[in-house]
């Protein structure tokens, strides 16, 4: 791991001993925004006409079963809530079902605790989505896509570039320095 990636590891609130100790940190962190994004996409993409090409530039199943089921202002209030859900806890949903069943598939480490900078991202990611729904059934199309793609946009930078915008914004604002708790 490149000293650069390690720096952005800590910034959101890894341990320092998980950054160490876990040889896969680096992918498992990115799980979490990934799916965010994915989560976020397949909403926009199953439930909206204004989004034409989400469908085809990310065909995941989830789209169809989840975006076109409920509805797109409700899958994003319930896409907040459970977003939300890894700010209040150390683990977001995402990780839970990474736990739960890619890692026992392929026979990886569990996903590390979250610090508070990734929890007060998945707060953030929370209140976005749940914004977004609400836009959604109010019919107000600016409030309900520039949270959705706010997050989804955030979320893919930090789960491809391991910089993550709410963890260097909790940073900023706690003036915390970024050398990540020593657990």
Do not use: K
């Amino acid at each position: 791991m490149t000293g650069r990636i390690r720096r952005l590891l800590l910034m959101q609130g890894f341990c320092q001993r998980d950054v160490d100790s876990v040889p896969e940190i680096g992918r498992l962190a990115r799980w979490t925004p990934l799916s965010c994004a994915t989560f976020g996409t397949a909403g926009l993409a199953a439930g909206s006409t204004w989004f034409p090409l989400g469908i085809g530039l990310f065909p995941y199943a989830i789209a169809g079963a989840s975006g076109l089921w409920t509805g797109c202002g409700r899958y994003f209030i319930v896409l907040g809530i459970l977003t939300l859900t890894g700010g209040l806890t150390r683990h977001s949903i995402y990780d839970r079902l990474y736990n739960a069943t890619v890692r026992r598939v392929l026979h990886t480490a569990a996903v590390p605790e979250h610090g508070a900078p990734r929890r007060f991202g998945c707060a953030i990611g929370g209140f976005m989505y749940t914004v977004s729904g609400v836009g959604f059934l109010a019919g107000n199309i600016w409030v309900a896509f520039i949270p959705a793609l706010f997050m989804i946009t955030f979320a893919t930078i930090a789960g491809l570039t391991q910089w993550c915008f709410a963890s260097a914004l909790h940073a900023w604002i706690f003036a915390r320095t970024p050398a990540g708790p020593q657990c």
